[in-house]
């Protein structure tokens, strides 16, 4: 068995035995953060049948994963890196996931996109819940108005993302951002990486995004 294959075993079955000892019946994705590796570095974990990944980049993304779509119609691909407007037309031809969405005007050019390529992206809105100035995301008094905003566009928004401050507890922000899906109402939530994805885990989250943790560290 790969490597990788074994690594991400290993995290699954981390996730199984904690939610079968809280009797919690839920599914938690993990998704193998495979930007700036090879496909080669992926293929293992393609041809052991793992579908979820994650790209931070769009041009990445489309070089390295449209073939492999074509032969692999249940690979999903997510965007989990921040997202330029003037990307989104390419983003929305080759991911099935954005996790990074912070703004009207990036939801609306989504919408307007994936209208005319008749696709329906799943959408997280990026919190930044440690009001970090150099950090993407909304402020979490705006998750209201920026979810109404959504619906009114035929956005389908299934949960929120965050990345909470590095060097920092993540538990405390894990644990508002439970708060905070549950206040709206959201079934899903991305958070969680290689350091503290049990964190995430414990505090609800359905999809972690993991990289080094599977894949080794980036060069």
Same mark, same amino acid.
């Given at each position: 068995?790969?490597? /990788?294959?074994?690594?991400?075993?290993?995290?699954?079955?981390?996730?199984?035995?904690?939610?079968?000892? @809280?009797?919690?019946?839920?599914?938690?994705?993990?998704?193998?953060?495979?930007? /700036?590796?090879?496909?080669?570095?992926?293929?293992?974990?393609?041809?052991?049948?793992?579908?979820? *990944?994650?790209?931070?980049?769009?041009?990445?993304?489309? &070089?390295?994963?449209?073939?492999?779509?074509?032969?692999?119609?249940?690979?999903?691909?997510?965007?989990?890196?921040?997202?330029?407007?003037?990307?989104?037309?390419?983003?929305?031809?080759?991911?099935?996931?954005?996790?990074?969405? +912070?703004?009207?005007?990036?939801?609306?050019?989504?919408?307007?996109?994936?209208?005319?390529?008749?696709?329906?992206?799943?959408?997280?809105?990026?919190?930044?819940?440690?009001?970090?100035?150099?950090?993407?995301?909304?402020?979490?008094? +705006?998750?209201?108005?920026?979810?109404? *905003?959504?619906?009114?566009?035929?956005? &389908?928004?299934?949960?929120?993302?965050?990345?909470?401050?590095?060097?920092?507890?993540?538990?405390?922000?894990?644990?508002?951002?439970?708060?905070?899906?549950?206040?709206?109402?959201? /079934?899903?939530?991305?958070?969680?990486?290689? @350091?503290?994805?049990?964190?995430?885990?414990?505090?609800?989250?359905?999809?972690?995004?993991?990289? @080094?943790?599977?894949?080794?560290?980036?060069?």
């Amino acid at each position: 068995m790969h490597n /990788t294959v074994k690594n991400l075993l290993d995290i699954e079955n981390n996730i199984k035995v904690y939610l079968r000892k @809280s009797n919690i019946k839920k599914t938690v994705k993990v998704i193998a953060v495979s930007k /700036t590796f090879s496909i080669e570095n992926i293929l293992p974990l393609i041809d052991y049948g793992h579908v979820d *990944y994650g790209e931070n980049k769009v041009q990445e993304a489309v &070089e390295k994963w449209t073939k492999i779509k074509k032969d692999k119609s249940k690979i999903k691909l997510h965007m989990i890196g921040k997202l330029q407007t003037n990307k989104v037309k390419f983003a929305v031809q080759i991911f099935d996931y954005i996790h990074s969405v +912070d703004s009207e005007k990036l939801a609306k050019k989504i919408a307007d996109e994936q209208l005319k390529v008749n696709k329906n992206i799943k959408i997280f809105l990026q919190v930044n819940i440690g009001e970090e100035d150099q950090k993407s995301g909304i402020n979490k008094s +705006d998750i209201s108005k920026l979810v109404s *905003y959504c619906k009114n566009i035929q956005l &389908e928004i299934i949960g929120l993302m965050c990345i909470p401050p590095l060097n920092l507890d993540p538990n405390k922000y894990f644990f508002e951002m439970k708060e905070l899906s549950e206040k709206f109402g959201f /079934t899903e939530l991305s958070m969680g990486m290689s @350091s503290d994805y049990m964190l995430a885990v414990k505090n609800n989250s359905t999809y972690v995004r993991i990289g @080094s943790s599977i894949f080794g560290q980036r060069s």
